[in-house]
């Protein structure tokens, strides 16, 4: 399907200055493409703060939000602070936007979590917003809301533009991203369970096909290059027997090994069966990023090493 570079970024969240800001050096060093914080309000550090710190420590590495919650979100105050990381970062910054699964982050910003469809309603509002902010257009004040139109004065970004990312599963979601944003960001997580932060997981092939082609029909219907998609890898499990490690989960998810092996949220097996993996992802998905958690860095090192 392509043949672009497969390129690899780390999501993480600050426990320590030190630990955070050697996390930031070592990734630039290790050639990971950028660090990713995420945003849960009332759990997690404050993500453009700590971005600004993996920043100043850093050169080249390029540093964005994973992702967003726009439900609770103003969409002038990410603009303000997409731009502020952009020049703090001299053109390194990115925006990565998500329709917000946490019912508690809404609750204490006094909303009630709305509908999938309304979440992604309001998405598709704040990240065109956010767009039109960063690319220097003025927002009328009906399209938000307001009670003026909306402008972003200063700071302005260094960059031209600003990489936008949408991240999610929803269908109205990928296609609105396959449409307008640079980049659409699979996770493989379905709705939220009952504790608030959990998910429900589908792992197939023939699932993934699907999120695809939503991404490529928005692509279609608006007349333009599909954007560049992204995986979230939700474990790294680096072992000589990948059928036996894969095992567990495939029972506990009650689905066939075959996809659990298969599916691009996952990484088990060797270095060469994970690269055989991506490569394979590349051609039948288009998957030319890969998104790591912090934590599994040490595992995704051999990975990256071959890339």
Excluded at 203 to 229: F, K, L
């Amino acid at each position: 399907m392509t043949d672009e570079q497969i390129e690899i970024s780390v999501q993480a969240t600050p426990d320590q200055p030190a630990t955070w800001t050697q996390l930031a050096r070592r990734c630039e060093n290790l050639g990971v493409r950028a660090l990713l914080a995420a945003d849960h309000p009332g759990v997690g550090a404050s993500p453009f703060v700590a971005l600004a710190a993996a920043a100043a420590a850093t050169s080249t590495l390029r540093v964005g939000t994973y992702v967003l919650n726009t439900g609770v979100r103003d969409p002038l105050l990410i603009a303000a602070d997409a731009a502020t990381l952009d020049v703090i970062s001299d053109g390194r910054a990115e925006i990565g936007l998500g329709a917000g699964h946490t019912p508690a982050e809404w609750e204490m910003t006094g909303h009630t979590r709305p509908s999938p469809a309304a979440r992604v309603r309001r998405l598709s509002t704040v990240a065109t917003a956010v767009r039109q902010l960063l690319d220097g257009s003025t927002v009328p004040a009906a399209d938000l809301a307001a009670l003026r139109d909306v402008s972003l004065q200063a700071p302005r970004p260094i960059q031209q533009r600003v990489p936008l990312l949408v991240g999610g599963a929803n269908p109205g979601l990928l296609r609105w991203g396959g449409a307008h944003a640079d980049a659409v960001g699979l996770s493989g997580l379905g709705r939220t369970l009952s504790d608030g932060h959990s998910h429900t997981v589908s792992w197939s092939p023939p699932r993934v096909d699907a999120h695809v082609e939503q991404i490529h029909h928005g692509a279609r219907a608006a007349g333009t290059n599909p954007p560049t998609v992204e995986a979230l890898v939700q474990q790294v499990v680096i072992t000589d027997d990948r059928h036996a490690a894969a095992a567990p989960l495939a029972e506990q998810l009650d689905t066939p090994i075959e996809d659990i092996l298969a599916v691009p949220y996952l990484w088990i097996g060797t270095t060469d069966e994970i690269i055989e993996q991506l490569h394979t992802a590349r051609h039948r998905w288009g998957i030319t990023r890969w998104v790591v958690r912090g934590d599994a860095l040490d595992h995704a090192v051999p990975v990256l090493d071959r890339l």
